[in-house]
Nanobody, 121 residues
Framework: QVQLEESGGGLVQAGGSLRLACAASGRTFSWYSMGWFRQAPGKEREFVSTISRDGESTYYAYFAEGRFTISRDNAKNTVYLQMTSLKPEDTGVYYC??????????????WGQGTQVTVSS
């Protein structure tokens, strides 16, 4: 089992930045590739970004490319999502997830409870 806890959400004006963090506990963090997802009100949850187990490989959804940066610190069992140039349409609950295998956009095994991000116009 892996437990995940997100933090760093909040209210920010359009154009601002936020840094989300996800702390993992339980099994060895470096065994898992990690991902960030989000869910806007009234919409399905969608993929945002993923990072490989060693942090060498990353992949972003089209809307995150160039604005968001995913990173991880295996010594601290934490994955981050740095978000810049935020837009009102980035509003939603952001979830981190762990996948026992190569990084990807689907089939994650463990999920956090989410952290709310609200971007005002």
């Amino acid at each position: 089992q892996v437990q995940l806890e997100e933090s760093g959400g909040g209210l920010v004006q359009a154009g601002g930045s936020l840094r989300l963090a996800c702390a993992a506990s339980g099994r060895t963090f470096s065994w898992y590739s990690m991902g960030w997802f989000r869910q806007a009100p009234g919409k399905e949850r969608e993929f945002v970004s993923t990072i490989s187990r060693d942090g060498e490989s990353t992949y972003y959804a089209y809307f995150a490319e160039g604005r968001f940066t995913i990173s991880r610190d295996n010594a601290k069992n934490t994955v981050y999502l740095q978000m810049t140039s935020l837009k009102p349409e980035d509003t939603g609950v952001y979830y981190c997830a762990a996948r026992n295998g190569p990084s990807g956009t689907l089939y994650y095994d463990y999920w956090g409870q989410g952290t709310q991000v609200t971007v005002s116009s």
